[in-house]
């Protein structure tokens, strides 16, 4: 199993950055694909980003392709979200989520465990 505290959420300008951490627990962290996600308030939960258990595969939403970078570092048991060049339209609360799985998933209802969030505001 495995237990994900996110963590790096801010108030930060538009054009400005912020790197996220998701500290994970667990003997298994390295087997776990990872995922980014994120919410704004009465919206639904969207996908960020997401990166395979070896860390070799990434893949982005077109609405932060070229801006968010995700990275993994296994002896550490944390994933990163570096964001930069940021926009109010990216304030949220952003998640980090774990699967078991060998493919590129972009769906929310797929990821078996879930971190409690942490908030990101860009102000204009």
């Known amino acids: 199993q495995v237990q994900l505290v996110e963590s790096g959420g801010g108030l930060v300008q538009a054009g400005g950055s912020l790197r996220l951490s998701c500290a994970a627990s667990?003997?298994?962290?390295?087997?776990?694909?990872m995922g980014w996600f994120r919410q704004g308030p009465g919206k639904e939960r969207e996908f960020v980003a997401f990166?395979?258990?070896?860390?070799?595969?990434?893949y982005y939403a077109d609405s932060v392709k070229g801006r968010f970078t995700i990275s993994r570092d296994n002896a550490k048991n944390t994933v990163y979200l570096q964001m930069n060049s940021l926009k109010p339209e990216d304030t949220a609360v952003y998640y980090c989520?774990?699967?078991?799985?060998?493919?590129?998933?972009?769906?929310?209802?797929?990821?078996?465990?879930w971190g409690q969030g942490t908030q990101v505001t860009v102000s204009s």
């Open positions: 989520a774990a699967l078991a799985t060998l493919m590129v998933v972009t769906t929310a209802d797929k990821y078996d465990y």
């Open positions: 667990g003997r298994t962290f390295s087997s776990y694909a």
């Open positions: 990166i395979s258990w070896s860390g070799r595969n990434t």
